[in-house]
Each structure stands twice: as C-alpha cells, then as structure tokens.
C-alpha cells in the first residue's frame, strides 16, 4: 500500500497538468460547449494507454443538436482476471463564467498550491484526479482482478439527460456490468456523500380576466391572487415545512429540513425589451405564474409533497371569490442514499482513514447530481460521490482546487482500486 501512495506522490506534476487541460476546454453549459473536444482529450490520453475508448453521443436528449451534439465518453481497462468492476463518473461540462474574477476563468494558471479557473472544483480536478489515480494503480498493479472505467459524461449541470440519464437507459450501470460508482464530485476530500435530497419542480398559475386598467372592477386581478397564495404560504406552507426534519446527514445544516424556494414570479404585461422607450398599457393581468423548487426528504412521499400544495390551494379557494388555478408538474427526482454498509461506503471509508488519519463524515448532498440517474434508471445503489475540492467554491468567481486535495483524494482513490480490485 506504501509503494502505491508513493507512487501517486511521483505524479504530483501529471495532476496539475492534467487538470490544466481539462479547465482549458471551455465546455460551458448552457449550450454544451466543446463536449467532443474534451471527450477526444481524455479518450485520447486513455487510449494511448490501451484502455477501450467509447464515444456516445445522446442523440435526441433535451439539448442535444449538431451545432451542441451531447457527447460522453466511457474508457475501460479489463484487469487479468475476472472480478468487479469500479466506475469513476465524472461531468464534463461547467457553468456559466459570470462575473468578478480576477483569474482567466480558462487560463489554468497554477499557484499558491491551487489550480484556478471555471469547472477546477466542479469538476474538472475531480476527472484531472481519477484518472491520475486509475494510471498511478495500473502501472503499479498491472494484473489486477475486474476492470476499471473512467466516463466523461455531459450536462450534470441542466439535469444530466444528455449524460448519465442517457448511458443509464443504454445499460452503461447495468450492476452486472458495473458493480461499484465513485462520482469525483467536490464534496471535500474527508467526506462521502451517500446521496441527496429529492426535487418538485413546478408552475402555479393563478387566473383572473383581462379589462382596462382605469376599471379594474371589470376584470379580475390574477396578481393579486397570486398574492393570496403568497400569504398563505408564509402563514402555513413555510411553517409546515420547516417543521420536517431528516434522519439524513444533509450538509449545510440549514438543508436538514424541507426547503421550497420561489424561483420566479411573473404577472401581467410581460417586460419590454430595454430598447423600447413607450410606457405601459392599462390591462389588468389576467395571468400569473410562479416556479417553485421543492427540496424533499427521504422520509416524504412525493404525493405527499404535492398534495401540500394542492391542499394549500384549496383553502384559499374556499375563502376568496372567483380564486382559479393551475398546478404543472415540471421536473422531479427522487431522494436518493446509499447505504452506509455499501461496499463502496466501507472500502472508501477505510481507505481515508489509512490516507488521513481520520474517520470519513458521511453527508448527503442538498442538491442532487448525477446519482440520482445511476440510482433510478440504471438500478446500481452501490454508488457515492467522493472527491477533492470545497463544495462552496462551485460555481464562484475565482473558483479552484487545491493540489494537495487532489493529491490525497487521489490517493483514497488509488487505495480503493487496490482494495475492491484483488
Ligand atoms: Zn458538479
């Protein structure tokens, strides 16, 4: 086990440059740029080692189109004897720049022990990590049992469907052909994240009757009633939720319970574009829309979930005249976590307490992230994020990781290969 620590110390300097490349590709998404050029990069570097390199484009996944082909790549070394099979899945694409940087957000310049740039902690040192990790086990153990693979796969950040979803429905997590999953998510190098919390997207639209402006008393305001829906839900909804709390390790503290955020809210003339210099028109509107993100726990049902809003609905109806509504559906996902008694769960937890020193935190993530499609559609449980990188840096100007984490993730990563594939 020393020789193999060691030999991850010898490619300090492969990390770096390899994470450099991967942030030097700038596959932003939205629109899922440079996807073929970032799976060429890696399949590339794989193949040259004489790992099998397959490119999957998700044709016909939300997104997906020849101006932005949604592509993936899954790269595999069989091991000289049978045995299971360790997955490192990893997304390819980053999120917008926005502003307030004072590094190239693509330059991957390297210093202070950090590389910097969008997607260096989200997750591109994560990807930089595994593979550096996989290569350091490899020449060490070349007549290892099982296989390895490696996937680069798109669009974690727009839901995963042009990615994991899409490999998941094409057998890719087939457990019999994958046994163990390692998501190099940035969740800190002394952590493993079992899973994450369920999500209920969806739109409410009050409406009311379109009239001139000067006699409101004609129309009838959906504005207004959507102010109603308002208040109720700061007088119980809000309550309510917060009142659920979970058995889950969710991390920060304040995801220990229910959440419902209100993404927008739109009533009335839509804006103008900024170049129109008119004034309004007297309507009254007669069309109101709100979004809302539900965030659930594994101890709610999602009918449940709905039915609170629904209910909530209701009670303003009976109280307010004329009070008509609509609830859509717009995207949901299950909660999901993996059991702390997981093979992956354990070898992970032993293999951090040889490299640090230290018992693993097991956590659950507030958000979800790629889990939940190896999970539900490929029916694999026996999967975890577990990579280096603080979670808080994703998506921040300024955004990077640190070598000495990638190091020691890298160095959990290695342990784990040697212990799942003897
Ligand atoms: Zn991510």
């Known amino acids: 086990m020393d020789r193999l620590l060691t030999e991850i110390e010898t490619r300090r300097a492969a990390l770096v440059s390899c994470t450099q490349d991967l942030i030097q590709i700038p596959t932003l998404n939205p629109p899922g740029r440079r996807y073929r050029d970032i799976c060429d990069w890696v399949g590339h570097r794989m193949g040259a080692q004489g790992w099998q390199v397959q490119m999957v484009r998700a044709e016909g996944a939300p997104g997906d189109s020849d101006r932005y082909p949604r592509w993936n790549v899954i790269c595999r070394l069989e091991g000289s004897r049978p045995g299971e099979c360790v997955h490192f899945n990893s997304h390819h694409d980053v999120v917008a720049v926005g502003h307030g940087w004072t590094k190239d957000p693509f330059g991957a310049e390297h210093s202070d022990g950090r590389v910097w740039g969008r997607g260096a902690c989200d997750m591109k040192g994560g990807l930089a990590t595994s593979i550096v990790a996989a290569e350091a086990f490899v020449a060490l153990r070349p007549d290892f049992a099982g296989a390895i693979e490696i996937s680069a796969t798109a669009d974690e950040e727009s839901g995963g469907f042009g990615g994991v979803a899409y490999l998941a429905q094409k057998g890719f997590f087939d457990p019999a052909r994958v046994q163990h999953v390692i998501i190099p998510e940035p ?35 959906a504005v207004r009633h959507m102010g109603a829906v308002l208040d109720e839900m700061e007088a119980t909804l809000f309550p309510l939720l917060a009142g659920k709390r979970t058995e889950m390790p ?18 009335g003339e839509p804006v103008q574009d900024a170049d129109y210099t008119g004034l309004p028109s007297a309507c009254v509107p007669d069309r109101c829309t709100l979004t809302i993100d539900r965030r659930f726990l594994i101890e709610e049902d999602i009918a449940d979930v709905k039915r609170e809003v629904t209910q909530m609905m209701e009670r303003i109806r009976e109280k307010r005249p004329d009070f008509r509504y609509e609830i859509r559906d717009l995207f949901e996902v299950q909660p999901s976590m993996t059991s702390e008694d997981a093979p992956v769960v354990r070898t992970v937890e032993a293999a951090i307490r040889e490299v640090m020193g230290k018992s693993a935190e097991f956590v659950v993530s507030p958000g979800t992230y790629d889990q939940k499609h190896i999970d539900r559609i490929g029916r694999l449980k026996n999967c975890i994020a577990y990579g280096p990188g603080i979670l808080d840096l994703a998506h921040q100007p300024d955004e990077w990781i640190g070598v000495d984490d990638m190091m020691d993730a890298g160095k959990v990563m290695a342990l784990t290969l040697a212990k799942l594939l003897t």
Not at 200 to 206: P, S
Not at 254 to 266: D, E, M, R, Y
């Open 187 to 221: 969740l800190n190098k002394d952590r493993i994240c079992l899973g994450h919390r369920g999500v209920w997207w969806a739109e409410i639209e009050t409406n009311g009757r379109i009239a001139h402006g000067s006699m409101p008393f004609l129309g009838d305001c």
């Open 250 to 267: 969710v991390v920060p503290d304040g995801a220990k319970q229910s959440t419902l955020n209100i993404n927008a809210i739109h009533g």
